[in-house]
């Protein structure tokens, strides 16, 4: 599928053991099919961003060869850049329309679902720093909308403390809500 092939098929597959039983074979016979490429690349769904600055992410075009893995990069690009905006559990689905000529209309479907906001900031594993000198690289606040990025910086900024051999993050949703998270640093502090 990345190299425009959108309708192959799998017709059989044989597996076969070597008569010294060393070795195994296993033959699968593929139906190609025609080679499709791009024809045109629109947006759809809740646009919550301008159109313009998530175009900037789409990695497909008018007159390439389709690409499977080019589609699943602009869904994780486009996802990752409404995660920074504060919508953490957008879905970005890229749906192939196939049309005459070995082409394909690319739509890329964008469900935004709700803003999230951070709810609490929570660290683990500093026994010999203080609290406040984590609080102080902090790049995402609470009660502020969530970003992807200013969680990832925040994680970066402990890390380079020099402090700790390692810092993790995770953001586990909230029970009971669906527009809040919570953020949890887990950190290793290293011996001197």
Partial sequence: MDRGY???N???TQVSVSPNKEQVFITANVTEGEKFSI????LSGDLVLPEADLR????VGPGQTFSQQLVAATEDYLTRRLGNEGYNFAKVTGIPE???DNTVSMKFFIDPGKRTYVRRISFKGNTRTADDVLRREMRQMESAPASAAAIEQSRIRLQRLGFFSKAEVDTPAVPGHDDLIDVEFTVEEQTF
């Fill in 56 to 59: 900037r992410f789409i990695l």
């Fill in 6 to 8: 959108l309708q192959f």
């Fill in 39 to 42: 024809g045109e690349v629109d």
């Fill in 98 to 100: 196939v049309g005459e």
């Fill in 10 to 12: 799998i017709d059989s």
